[in-house]
C-alpha cells in the first residue's frame, strides 16, 4: 500500500519545542510520472527491500513490450498451425503463448488502474517528520505512520523519495522530489537514525 504525497506547501510546526517537526501541507496532485513511479515501487517494493539500490524498472514499459511480444508470436504460431498443419508442439506454443499474453495485459491493466486511482485522489495530506518518525495523513480518510525502528530506509527516485518499512507490509510513504532537499536536510541535521539511499 502506498500513500503518495504529491505536491503542496512546506511549513514548521510545534514552537516551543526543543525539536521542531517539519510539516509539509499537500494540496495539489502530482504529475502522471510521479503516480507512476510510486506504483513501480510498490510493485518492486520486496526486491528493494534486498537491495536498497536496485534500479527500478519501469513496468508500464516492461508490460506493455510483453502484450506486444506475445500476441505477435501467438498470431505467428496460429498462423503457422492454420497454414501447414497443428501438431502437438504447436498447439501448446499457441496455448502457452496466448496465456502469457492475457496474464501481461491483465497485469498491465491493475498498473493502470492503480495509477489512475492515485491521480484522482483530490484529499489534501500532510506528512509530518519528528523525533519519533514519519506520518502521512489523508485528511478525513486515513493516516499512515512509521517509527523510525520500522523505516528500512529512504530511498531517492527520480520522481519522488520513499519511505520504505521494513515489516515486509508494503506501506510506502511517497513525495514528491520537490521536497527532497528540504526533508532530507531535516533528517541528517538532527541525526535521525535511518539510512538514505541517493
Not at 514519519?134 to 528500512?152: F, P, R
Request: hydrophobic share 45%; aromatic share 12%; charged share 20%.
Amino acid at each position: 500500500m502506498a500513500s503518495p504525497a504529491p505536491r503542496g506547501s512546506a511549513r514548521r510546526a510545534g514552537k516551543g519545542h526543543k525539536m521542531e517537526p517539519l510539516v509539509i501541507e499537500i494540496k495539489e496532485r502530482g504529475d502522471e510520472a510521479f503516480y507512476a513511479e510510486v506504483v513501480n515501487v510498490i510493485c518492486q517494493y520486496r526486491w528493494l527491500l534486498r537491495e536498497p539500490a536496485r534500479k527500478l524498472k519501469d513496468f508500464f514499459r516492461l508490460y506493455k513490450i510483453y502484450v506486444i511480444l506475445l500476441a505477435a508470436l501467438c498470431v505467428l504460431n496460429l498462423a503457422a498451425g492454420i497454414a501447414w498443419g497443428f501438431d502437438y508442439m504447436g498447439v501448446i506454443a499457441v496455448l502457452l503463448t496466448g496465456i502469457a499474453c492475457l496474464f501481461s495485459a491483465y497485469y498491465y491493466v491493475n498498473l493502470s488502474k492503480m495509477k489512475k486511482q492515485m491521480m484522482e485522489d483530490g484529499h489534501t495530506s500532510v506528512l509530518t517528520v519528528d523525533g519519533s518518525g514519519v506520518q502521512l495523513e489523508k485528511i478525513g480518510v486515513q493516516s499512515v505512520t512509521m517509527n523510525w525502528h520500522n523505516v528500512a530506509f529512504v530511498r531517492v527516485f527520480g520522481e519522488s523519495f520513499c519511505f520504505l518499512s521494513k515489516n515486509q507490509t508494503g506501506f510506502v510513504i511517497a513525495v514528491t522530489a520537490k521536497y527532497k532537499d528540504e526533508v532530507l536536510s531535516y533528517i541528517k541535521d538532527n541525526g535521525f537514525p535511518v539510512r538514505i539511499v541517493e
